[in-house]
């Protein structure tokens, strides 16, 4: 199997993202780049996206509104032709499915709970019920409404995999105990071990050394294979 990882690209800087291109060329993993909310609304971001070829995009804007608003959203954004987009699946049933009819060639991507959310987090904002209870419906919307892919914590995969068939992505990834902003984290041989298709990792490789970080990894991976 050859590992698939979104190299989550944290910045504002196309510097720093081209240099990030640079390092994982000619790897043994497949790699494609996630674009979250910090690059995509930054001035140079659109204009260095709309440039990229032959590099598998994912435009992380965790789509969150009313039916019209995201599908609109969608459209919007099609001439950046990404791979992948996500939405979030407590938009609802009908937003989900209007966005999806927008979406083209681009696979849409239900997101979960976020990881760095835990139960105690999700009373305080007013849900009755824990993370792995929410996940499990959320999974069951996503499949309704035919989503291409779901985002869970690595925790979680198992419990989406029950009722979703199709790609399961995966952020919350650490080699170490540094879990950073986030709660819901497993190392990268145990999320596939669960069953995730693709990984989402940004700080453990782009901080410091890449070519040294991605070697890490590798040997990581090697140990469970």
């Given at each position: 199997?050859?590992?698939?990882?979104?190299i989550?690209c944290?910045?504002?800087?196309?510097?720093?993202?081209?240099?990030?291109?640079?390092?994982?060329q000619?790897?043994k993993?497949?790699?494609?780049?996630?674009?979250?909310?910090?690059f995509?609304?930054?001035?140079?971001?659109?204009?260095f996206?709309?440039?990229?070829?032959?590099?598998?995009t994912?435009?992380d804007?965790?789509?969150?509104?009313?039916?019209?608003?995201?599908?609109?959203?969608?459209?919007?954004?099609?001439?950046?032709?990404?791979?992948?987009?996500?939405?979030?699946?407590?938009?609802?049933?009908?937003?989900?499915?209007?966005?999806?009819?927008?979406?083209?060639?681009?696979?849409?991507v239900?997101?979960?709970?976020?990881?760095?959310?835990?139960d105690k987090?999700?009373?305080?904002?007013?849900?009755?019920?824990?993370?792995?209870?929410?996940?499990?419906?959320?999974?069951?919307?996503a499949?309704?409404?035919?989503l291409?892919?779901?985002?869970?914590?690595p925790?979680?995969?198992?419990?989406?995999?029950?009722?979703?068939?199709?790609?399961?992505?995966?952020?919350?990834?650490?080699?170490?105990?540094n879990?950073?902003?986030?709660?819901?984290?497993?190392?990268?041989?145990?999320?596939?071990?669960?069953?995730?298709?693709?990984?989402?990792?940004?700080?453990?490789i782009?901080?410091g050394n890449?070519?040294?970080?991605?070697?890490k990894?590798?040997?990581?991976?090697?140990?469970?294979?």
């Open positions: 199997m050859i590992p698939k990882i979104f989550a944290d910045t504002k800087s196309p510097k720093k993202i081209k240099k990030v291109i640079k390092e994982i000619n790897s993993i497949k790699f494609g780049l996630k674009f979250g909310l910090e995509l609304n930054s001035k140079n971001g659109r204009n996206i709309s440039k990229l070829k032959n590099e598998i994912f435009g804007y965790k789509l969150a509104d009313i039916p019209n608003t995201c599908k609109s959203s969608i459209v919007a954004v099609k001439d950046l032709k990404f791979n992948y987009i996500t939405i979030h699946i407590s938009s609802g049933l009908e937003a989900i499915q209007a966005t999806k009819k927008a979406s083209g060639s681009t696979k849409l239900g997101v979960t709970i976020l990881t760095s959310l835990n987090s999700l009373k305080e904002i007013g849900f009755d019920k824990d993370v792995k209870k929410i996940v499990y419906l959320q999974a069951k919307l499949a309704k409404a035919k291409d892919a779901v985002v869970c914590s925790k979680e995969i198992k419990i989406v995999k029950k009722v979703f068939k199709k790609e399961i992505i995966t952020p919350g990834i650490r080699f170490n105990s879990v950073y902003d986030q709660k819901r984290v497993l190392t990268p041989k145990l999320a596939y071990k669960n069953g995730s298709d693709w990984l989402v990792i940004g700080r453990p782009t901080r890449i070519k040294k970080n991605i070697k990894l590798i040997d990581h991976l090697n140990q469970w294979s």
